[in-house]
């Protein structure tokens, strides 16, 4: 099967050769085409042309181009610094004070920041690869992009002395939200969110209900609405105490992190949602071998193949800059080996 096949029968139920595998990458491997993250950064094409050349190597099942946690909050204002060779950072957020709540407005897709190079890039992708790899956008979670648009000192600080102004920024920042998955199911892609500052790592499930969840789920049923599908929620860290209330923001995939265990979330949301996860991405794939790699992923096939709504494998979060492709190469190759169907359970035990 072609991965866009095998996708298509895995969000029907329908039968397939082996189960779906994604390792999550993006810029981080900018240097497989020679290129730096600043490059790519800026460059629709070569975004695209980075996901194409990984996909032409891996095959895996499932590409795109992400937002990237700052993306949104520089196309409303935010100063975004690029280092020659690595990952980008929050420079300036374009609200200071309480007075530059007022003033902020949502973004434009086809006009700020570099969110029309996103665009393009998955436009490039999509004539390129759309008969044979499924394909989707990324993006930030609400919550997440408010970090990048008031600094994140200063939201936890807001959120208790201050909470009407944290709500007014989220209102324009879901609307941002809203009109980038616009943009994106007009080039009739999917969508899915990584909300790493909603994790319970960083604030309490109380605070998530109040200031992150109400938003969330506007953008998730406005992904439902203009798709037709439900996307995919990634919680980097902890987030067992959330995945209630994610499940019934109407997610319809959970992307769980590796500190926390894919049996549990099989057994409290599997029936509900697609469960993808979690082979560490730090400690076993850029920094343990091959063999690692092989017995993390079997260890995670053990765990979830059966999950109800179905399993996909990947890493608990992105790969690291410097990853060895022969260590990404193997998450292939172990999901190709055990995670054939129908699976064989002797394969997964020691």
């Known amino acids: 099967m072609t991965p866009k096949e095998r996708m298509t029968a895995f969000s029907k139920g329908e039968s397939m050769d082996r189960i779906p595998v994604v390792p999550d990458m993006g810029v981080t491997k900018s ?18 042309e980075l996901e194409i050349a990984l996909f032409d190597y891996l095959h895996h099942d499932s590409i795109g181009i992400s937002t990237t946690l700052r993306g949104m909050a520089e196309a409303m204002g935010s100063r975004i610094g690029y280092p020659e060779d690595n990952i980008s950072y929050l420079l300036e957020p374009v609200v200071k004070d309480f007075d530059d709540v007022d003033r902020l407005e949502p973004a434009d897709p086809r006009r700020d920041g570099k969110l029309p190079l996103l665009l393009k890039a998955l436009e490039i992708i999509k004539d390129t690869l759309g008969d044979v790899a499924d394909i989707g956008a990324s993006m930030t979670g609400p919550f997440s992009v408010a ?23 989220m209102e324009v920042i879901t609307e941002s939200n809203d009109r980038y998955i616009e943009a994106v199911a007009q080039l009739g892609l999917g969508v899915g969110f990584c909300d790493p500052v909603s994790s319970t790592s960083v604030i309490s499930p109380k605070q998530f209900r109040s200031f992150s969840l109400p938003y969330m789920k506007r953008n998730v049923t406005h992904v439902a609405d203009c798709t037709g599908g439900r996307p995919t929620m990634h919680i980097c860290g902890k987030s067992r105490a959330l995945w209630e209330d994610c499940v019934e923001a109407g997610i319809g995939n959970f992307s769980i992190d590796n500190v926390e265990d894919l049996e549990d979330a099989k057994n409290v949301m599997g029936d509900r949602v697609v469960i993808t996860g979690n082979i560490p991405p730090v400690d076993i794939v850029a920094n343990g071998t091959v063999a690692d790699v092989f017995r ?8 979830a193949w059966d999950s109800p709504k179905g399993f996909i494998l ?19 190759d172990a999901g190709r080996e055990y995670g054939r169907l129908p699976i064989r359970p002797e394969l997964l035990e020691d």
């Open 31 to 48: 240097e497989f085409i020679g290129v730096t993250t600043k490059e790519y950064y800026h460059s629709a094409e070569k975004m695209a």
């Open 296 to 303: 993390s992923a079997r260890e995670c096939i053990r765990k």
């Open 314 to 332: 990947c890493t608990g979060c992105q790969i690291p800059k410097g990853t060895p492709m022969e260590n990404i190469k193997a998450i292939m």
């Open 147 to 169: 970090a990048s648009v008031v600094g994140t000192e200063n939201l936890l600080k807001w959120m208790v002395r201050a909470p009407e102004k944290v709500h007014q920024v």
